[in-house]
């Protein structure tokens, strides 16, 4: 029986760079999943490459038809944007194991769904100093810099990942990414490898 591997983290912990190289390592030939979202699409993005790109009446109708794990809705200056992950065969856990990113309370929805069992978390943890210089340097190099969104987001991830939360979701398996980033994408390698022998 395969696995999903749900991997988290704070804002500029490294999961979508941790996340490239795992999907990467062949040897582990973990699956990805494409995430589903009513944002409209951007320049350089492909329908069912990304994301798959859906309005709100395609969003509701399944929403109705129970085929929704987990969803968050965001309040932007563009009006509400959802993203969701949909049960529309793609994760198969008969078929092999799954890699996706989420956050802590995804991740508890995803495991209500699938089970327990079937679904392990990969908390990815950064000390609040290193995770704020690595989000200044990433701010730095951006044309517009926009300080008080990271500010903003730094702030809501102390919230969204507390270690009460953390410790309700029963979320065990934490791996440091204090250091090179080698040595974290090593160690959950290792431990993926155990999981799934
Ligand atoms: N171990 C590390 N050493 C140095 N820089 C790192 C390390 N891990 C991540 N970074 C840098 O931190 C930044 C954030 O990494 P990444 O985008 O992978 O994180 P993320 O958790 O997906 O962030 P977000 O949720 O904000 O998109 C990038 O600039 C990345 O190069």
Redesign the pocket.
């Known amino acids: 029986m395969g696995r999903i591997f749900l991997l988290m983290?704070?804002?500029?912990?490294?999961?979508?760079?941790?996340y490239r190289e795992l999907i990467k390592n062949e040897e582990l030939r973990l699956n990805q999943v494409i995430p589903y979202t009513t944002r409209p699409m951007r320049d350089g993005e492909t329908d069912g490459v990304q994301y798959f790109f859906k309005d709100e009446q395609e969003y509701q109708n399944l929403k109705k038809s129970g085929k929704i794990i987990e969803e968050r809705t965001y309040h932007t200056n563009y009006g509400e944007w959802r993203y969701f992950t949909v049960d529309d065969g793609q994760i198969d856990l008969s078929a092999g194991n799954y890699l996706v990113?989420g956050t802590l309370e995804s991740y508890c929805y995803i495991r209500d769904y699938f089970g327990k069992e079937n679904v392990i978390p990969l908390l990815?943890d950064?000390d609040a100093k290193i995770r704020l210089q690595?989000?200044m340097?990433?701010e730095d190099k951006q044309e517009h810099p926009k300080y008080d969104e990271m500010c903003r987001?730094f702030l809501a991830d102390e919230e969204d990942f507390s270690e009460d939360k953390i410790a309700q979701a029963m979320v065990q398996d934490r791996f440091k990414?204090?250091?090179?980033?080698d040595d974290?994408i090593n160690e959950i390698t290792r431990y993926i490898i155990q999981k799934i022998g």
Do not use: L
């Not at 983290?9 to 941790?18: A, E, L, P, Q, Y």
């Not at 990414?177 to 980033?181: D, E, L, M, P, R």
């Open positions: 983290g704070k804002s500029t912990s490294g999961k979508d760079t941790i990113i990815i950064v690595r989000a340097h990433r987001r990414n204090n250091g090179k980033i974290c």
